[in-house]
């Protein structure tokens, strides 16, 4: 069925409609990961996005259950070159076109996507629609681009995150996990199984909790740490997190990823801003400050923390070596940092795993018997 995607400023890109079939609209942005679009697909920070692959050839090795980073795929949409049918891998279930029919997500085929992601390159990520042409005259579907919303003001984490607190050890067993020697409290305002196994891997239990949950409420798990996870849209509305963390600052050590790196800044005096056209993709070098080291990381974000409007309390810890924003930070007062990336990667590289170990060491130093400190 041919179908269009027209996006809020006009242009115009004719394909065919895959997958679902069905009309579709968010925020158009582009990933540049060579695999991994089912883990991408699964991101709930996709949710309101629709996403263009620049590789040109998606769903090779179709899909299967062990891939997935959510209980679904949460992207808008799909944007690609060629949507491939037979899945040449041994571990495929099903090919990606029947996966998306099945949880009803779109795919435009067939698209120019590399004049489309020099249209994004050069105006910044746009609210976009797909359509079929036979759903309506053109000039109709380019009046309705024209009013989509774009991504700030959203707060998109209260769509994506869990309603119940839940360990993770009920959803998936790790049997290669070591035995458990710390407890943390997960805020879920998008997060993804990457991140869960890789915490368990360090002999982490996490409770999983909504993202609107108190500070009193955490505390009352007596959590050796606290985890701000990643999550979709712009951090600003996401005014009950960033209370629980200026709550929680100083009690418990925390770590945040992405939006929950987002959310720690603005928590402690900092600042956020929509990036351009954001970053998406699993080959971006951050150089950590610290030791000098440059790591190869996948992102997916299109705010980002302000390096001149940090406050007096927060200093930059890794930069971004492609347009130099800010990747991460830490508090100089209180046991706490964050990451503007994905280091549990799924997908990408994992040069960047050691944060996890960070975050242990942090929890090992902040609860060492001392006057005045006990291990709870």
């Excluded at 996990?177 to 305002?189: E, G, L, N, T």
């Excluded at 930059?316 to 706490?336: M, Q």
């Amino acid at each position: 069925m041919k179908a269009h995607l027209v996006l809020s400023n006009g242009a115009v890109f004719p394909g065919r409609l895959r997958g679902a079939r069905q009309s579709a609209s968010g925020e158009v942005i582009f990933n540049t990961s060579l695999t991994g679009y089912q883990e991408i697909l699964t991101d709930p920070s996709y949710k309101g996005q629709m996403v263009v692959m620049t590789y040109p050839h998606i769903g090779n090795y179709g899909t299967n259950p062990g891939d997935v980073e959510s209980r679904r795929p949460f992207a808008q949409a799909m944007v690609v070159r060629e949507l491939c049918g037979a899945a040449s891998n041994w571990q495929s279930t099903e090919d990606l076109d029947g996966y998306l029919a099945r949880h009803g997500v779109t795919v435009l085929e067939g698209v120019d996507t590399r004049a489309l992601v020099l249209t994004l390159r050069s105006t910044g990520s746009l609210p976009g629609l797909i359509a079929a042409e036979t759903e309506a005259p053109l000039e109709e579907l380019k009046r309705r681009a024209a009013k989509l919303p774009t991504m700030e003001g959203q707060n998109l984490a209260k769509e994506v995150s869990t309603q119940e607190a839940y360990p993770w050890s009920s959803v998936e067993q790790d049997p290669t996990a070591p035995p458990v020697r710390w407890k943390v409290v997960a805020y879920d305002f998008g997060i993804k199984y990457g991140i869960l196994r890789m915490m368990a891997r360090q002999g982490i239990e996490v409770e999983v909790v909504p993202h609107n949950t108190s500070a009193q409420e955490v505390l009352a798990r007596k959590p050796h740490g606290v985890f701000l996870s990643n999550g979709p849209g712009d951090p600003e509305p996401v005014t009950e997190a960033i209370q629980a963390v200026k709550d929680l600052a100083g009690k418990v050590p925390l770590f945040g990823i992405c939006l929950g790196h987002q959310i720690l800044a603005l928590a402690l005096g900092g600042k956020t801003y929509k990036l351009k056209f954001g970053h998406h993709g699993a080959n971006h070098p951050v150089q950590d400050l610290s030791t000098g080291r440059i790591e190869i990381t996948s992102q997916n974000h299109g705010f980002a923390v302000d390096s001149h409007a940090l406050g007096q309390t927060l200093e930059v810890t890794h930069i971004n070596l492609n347009d130099k924003t800010v990747e991460g930070i830490r508090s100089t007062i209180h046991p706490a940092f964050s990451v503007q990336y994905h280091p549990e990667a799924s997908p990408g590289p994992h040069d960047s795993a050691y944060l996890f170990q960070r975050f242990v060491q942090m929890m090992e130093e902040f609860h060492q018997p001392r006057a005045g400190r006990k291990i709870s």
